[in-house]
């Protein structure tokens, strides 16, 4: 009774660590030759300069340049996202108005954030 005890406990043990996962690290310096790196903000600058106009894509380059501390390039990216819609998260009327506050368009700036509180207002 206990051989058959401590095969079957043996044969739990070695049951889990037989299902569980190894881990493979794998550590380069270099990216493989297969792959290529695509600048995908330059690339919806490229669609942009096109004439192409979407909320999205004006929201992630704007993004990007807000993030990137280029707040020249992000406050013409969201002039012209303003310029769509004004339906926006208020993160956008903060970022537009700290770009324009950057290039001393102070009164621009004073007006956006203007617009986003007549928009708490009506909500």
Known sequence: MQK???????????????AAQSEKVFITNKVSDTYAYVDVMKTYERIAAKGYKSVDLFQKLG?????????????????????????LAPEYYYRYAESLRFICENEKADAILEKLKLAKKKV
């Open 4 to 18: 058959r005890l401590v095969i079957l406990v043996l044969g739990t043990i070695f049951s889990f660590s037989a």
């Open 63 to 87: 993004d990007s340049s807000f993030s990137h501390f280029k707040l020249e390039k992000a406050a013409e990216w969201y002039s012209k996202l303003f310029s769509l819609t004004l339906d």
